[in-house]
């Protein structure tokens, strides 16, 4: 399960800040988008100083903190960015993300409906909203939220993946294969050795 939820992460979360319009050469953005989070998460604390309520900046140093691993901090910024802009789905599926890997499942389901809520909200909100019911046991719910993620994204691997997964928990098989099958084609990690396993 672990795995699974760390492969999660990559994908939700991997270059989502907020790049500065006004400067493409912002230091703290630079330094995240070098790994170097430790710089990156310094710069912006800097940055707050004198704009303690920056939604973007707040967001970024929150992501920062989630790329070292510190969910605890990474929280409390995003949770400060939610009170100045309660429908920005960008910082609501960061916070959906932080509870699943806390294995605070309803919380991550609150905060992914939020996110689905939103006009012009990526098939990310639906497909963390059917890790958070997968985890909660409502597995028809989940495959439902895995199946809106897929329609708003044809070539949503990780999709398919789970939603095979929890096909195979539910003596699936045959559905299952076929969303190995698919997610083998957008050459997701893992698929070749599930339809290996469970569809041979």
Same mark, same amino acid.
């Given at each position: 399960?672990?795995?699974?939820?760390?492969?999660?992460?990559?994908?939700?979360?991997?270059?989502?800040?907020?790049?500065?319009?006004?400067?493409?050469?912002? =230091? +703290?953005?630079?330094? /995240?988008? %070098? &790994?170097?989070?430790?710089?990156?998460?310094?710069?912006?604390?800097?940055? #707050? !100083?004198?704009?303690?309520?920056?939604?973007?900046?707040?967001?970024?140093?929150?992501?920062?903190?989630?790329?070292?691993?510190?969910?605890?901090?990474?929280?409390?910024?995003?949770?400060?960015?939610?009170?100045?802009?309660?429908?920005?789905?960008?910082?609501?599926?960061?916070?959906?993300?932080?509870?699943?890997?806390?294995?605070?499942?309803?919380?991550?389901?609150?905060?992914?409906?939020?996110?689905?809520?939103?006009?012009?909200? =990526? +098939?990310?909100?639906? /497909?963390? %909203? &059917?890790?958070?019911?997968?985890?909660?046991?409502?597995?028809?719910?989940? #495959? !439902?939220?895995?199946?809106?993620?897929?329609?708003?994204?044809?070539?949503?691997?990780?999709?398919?993946?789970?939603?095979?997964?929890?096909?195979?928990?539910?003596?699936?098989?045959?559905?299952?294969?076929?969303?190995?099958?698919?997610?083998?084609?957008?050459?997701?990690?893992?698929?070749?050795?599930?339809?290996?396993?469970?569809?041979?």
């Amino acid at each position: 399960m672990k795995l699974i939820i760390r492969v999660l992460l990559v994908p939700v979360l991997a270059g989502t800040i907020w790049a500065c319009s006004e400067s493409k050469s912002n =230091p +703290a953005d630079s330094f /995240f988008e %070098k &790994g170097q989070f430790e710089k990156a998460a310094q710069k912006y604390s800097e940055e #707050l !100083k004198f704009n303690p309520n920056d939604v973007k900046i707040l967001y970024n140093r929150g992501r920062a903190y989630q790329e070292l691993g510190k969910f605890n901090e990474a929280r409390k910024d995003f949770e400060s960015a939610l009170t100045q802009d309660p429908n920005n789905f960008q910082v609501l599926l960061s916070l959906a993300a932080i509870q699943l890997e806390e294995k605070s499942y309803a919380s991550a389901l609150l905060y992914a409906t939020k996110a689905e809520e939103i006009s012009g909200a =990526p +098939a990310m909100a639906s /497909f963390l %909203k &059917g890790r958070a019911l997968h985890q909660l046991g409502m597995a028809e719910d989940a #495959l !439902k939220a895995y199946g809106n993620a897929i329609q708003l994204d044809k070539d949503f691997g990780q999709a398919y993946f789970n939603r095979g997964m929890l096909k195979v928990a539910l003596e699936r098989n045959k559905q299952a294969c076929e969303d190995f099958k698919l997610a083998m084609v957008l050459e997701y990690p893992g698929a070749e050795e599930s339809f290996t396993k469970y569809c041979k």
